[in-house]
């Protein structure tokens, strides 16, 4: 499958940050993070493929093809380096990115997201789910997802809005991606960039468990636990999760500084 043009917002000017969402959402998950971060960054919202207002094709989307779709859309507005920041399955986007395009990443986020590939019986549920979203759409994915993301009811209406705009090829094809993704253990270690990992204490997807291993497996890694998020630190704690990713800025800038 080739790449396409990805539906993207892009705010504030300086150094560029990609914020990369997951599943099955789309750039909107970032709003308010996005608009602390554009005071000191030019902040890179896309909506991956098949979500939000992005084109959808059929198929499985590897986790290749989405970090081709972000290389290309990097090419289009003539991006060399940008930092990058995946909520989840936006992680894995970003993890495959830094393996196949490490000389266009200064800096690698990883927002509830994991290093570790689906399980038989993970996968072998994606595999029905996929068999669900072809016979009776959407919907019942939705409403299986929202009690996962968070407890905060105030969220509950616009997660549910945000996940209802993903097209339902789009949501197979991540579902089919998902499952057939790659071990990250293996080439993080090969990771030489600075790194964060944004873990929420109650995540109800991802386990304490691994986000601590993944961030112990980068070179320059460090973890940071928030303790009144689940799987959505961005919406649930969006100030403590912007002041995490600005003083990782700090840090990725710190280290292209050349030695004196
Ligand atoms: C996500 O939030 O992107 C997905 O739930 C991740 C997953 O299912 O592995």
Same mark, same amino acid.
């Given at each position: 499958m080739d790449p396409i043009d990805l539906f993207h917002e892009d705010i504030g000017s300086g150094s560029p940050i990609l914020l990369v969402h997951g599943y099955p959402l789309n750039h909107e998950i970032w709003k308010q993070v996005a608009l602390i971060l554009r005071e000191k960054a030019r902040v890179i919202m896309p909506d991956l493929r098949g979500m939000g207002k992005?084109?959808?094709?059929?198929?499985?989307? @590897?986790?290749?093809? !989405?970090?081709?779709?972000? !290389? %290309?859309?990097?090419? =289009?507005?003539?991006?060399?380096?940008? +930092?990058?920041?995946?909520?989840?399955?936006?992680?894995?986007? %970003?993890?495959?990115? *830094?393996?196949?395009?490490?000389?266009?990443? @200064?800096? #690698?986020? =990883?927002?509830?997201?994991? *290093?570790?590939? &689906? @399980?038989?019986d993970r996968r072998q549920a994606r595999y029905v789910s996929i068999r669900d979203v072809e016979r009776n759409g959407i919907g019942p994915v939705v409403e299986a997802m929202l009690p996962k993301l /968070?407890?905060?009811? &105030? !969220?509950?209406?616009?997660? /549910?809005?945000?996940?209802? &705009?993903?097209?339902? =090829?789009?949501?197979?094809? %991540?579902l089919g991606g998902m499952a057939?993704?790659?071990?990250?253990?293996?080439? +993080?270690?090969?990771?030489?960039?600075? $790194?964060?990992? #944004?873990?929420?204490?109650?995540?109800?997807?991802?386990?304490?468990?691994?986000?601590?291993?993944m961030a112990a497996l980068f070179t320059d890694g460090k973890l940071e636990i928030l303790q009144a998020s689940g799987h959505?630190?961005?919406?649930?704690?969006?100030?403590?999760? $912007?002041? $995490? =990713?600005l003083s990782f800025l700090g840090r990725v800038k710190q280290v292209k500084k050349p030695a004196r």
């Open positions: 992005s084109p959808a094709t059929p198929g499985a989307y @590897s986790m290749h093809l !989405l970090a081709e779709d972000l !290389l %290309c859309l990097m090419d =289009l507005m003539r991006i060399d380096k940008t +930092i990058l920041a995946g909520h989840s399955m936006g992680g894995y986007v %970003c993890l495959e990115f *830094a393996r196949v395009f490490p000389d266009r990443v @200064s800096g #690698i986020a =990883l927002v509830a997201s994991q *290093a570790v590939p &689906d @399980s038989p /968070t407890d905060r009811q &105030d !969220l509950k209406e616009v997660l /549910t809005n945000i996940m209802s &705009d993903s097209s339902k =090829l789009g949501v197979m094809g %991540c057939e993704r790659q071990d990250a253990r293996e080439w +993080i270690p090969d990771i030489k960039i600075p $790194a964060l990992v #944004i873990a929420g204490k109650n995540d109800k997807i991802i386990s304490m468990d691994n986000a601590k291993e959505m630190p961005m919406m649930e704690q969006p100030e403590e999760t $912007a002041k $995490a =990713l």
